[in-house]
């Protein structure tokens, strides 16, 4: 692909209504985010925890059509909660691996909630290495009810109320940044409202980020922008040149906000990390059943669906020999 194929202007009416008219939108690259750091099994007994049933989660969505995969590695003695040892993503990049040898693996940094900026970074030490890691550019608030979380389901505990501040500085995430390009590994920028523009803009000056950029818009989360087609329309207006967008939506906006992403040629995040529901009052099966519905969906209007190569391509990530 030449690179005028996948980085153009997004804000260009005239390109986009003539990208629409000929259906040369690039093609879509889906991630699958099979489980997430907070929640588990207590909201829905199909999010797998355990490094094999990530693994296996990931080789059904990956033959459902995700060519990208976000991970959460979670304590093999306490699968409630995320890990702070590179082992722990070590087993399960090896296990992706196996099953999907080219697919590409995002690994987080932002852990989960109880973990200090070096214990979110582990996941850049894992061995195979992920191809790309998650950048959160900047703070937020939580205030989440944890369900109970009873036997027969592993490690037990009461439910609780976790409010409190995930703190992140320009050192912080300049750190990261710069950790991951010594590393060769690809940030995916982690953008909740239009003012962390500030931040990714001061690792482009710093020099801690390259194109091509990947900014994932986190729409719906606690302090995140509201997932409006108008606040997603105003957050594509900054983006910097040379950039890609994807779009998340949390819980019943995941759907509504993939299919923006998909009518403005962007790119689009499914998953249980996310959404824990097919539709109203139907708990998912699988990360798989949404990344089908999301493929099915973009080939209806006449979105390519990415190859694990072309997302490589466009990512600037090396192949997989």
Known sequence: MKTEDYIWDYRNPYEWMQRTMQAKFPPMIITCAVTGGVQGKEINENLPESAEEQADAVYEAYKAGAVSVHVHARIPDNQSLTTSNPEDYSRVNRLIRERC???????????????????????????????MASLNLGPFVLKIKSKDRKPPLPNPRDGFLFDA??????GDINLYAKTMKEKGIRPELELYHPGQYWIMNDLIREGNIDPPYMVQYVMGFQTASFPTPANVVSLVNELPPNSMFALIGV??????MNVMAIMLGGHVR??????????????????????????????????????????REMLGLPGIK
């Open 101 to 131: 040898p080219d697919i590409i693996i995002n690994n987080t940094t932002g852990g989960g909630p109880w973990l200090t900026t070096e214990q979110r970074m582990c996941c850049l030490f894992a061995d195979p290495k992920p191809d």
């Open 165 to 170: 501040c995930i703190p992140a500085s320009y």
């Open 251 to 256: 819980g019943p906006f995941q759907l509504p």
């Open 270 to 311: 499914v998953g249980m990390e996310d959404n824990m529901y097919y539709r109203k009052g139907e708990l998912l099966k699988s990360n798989a059943q949404l990344v089908a519905r999301i493929k099915r969906i973009a080939v209806e209007m006449n979105r390519e669906i990415a190859t694990v190569a072309q997302a």
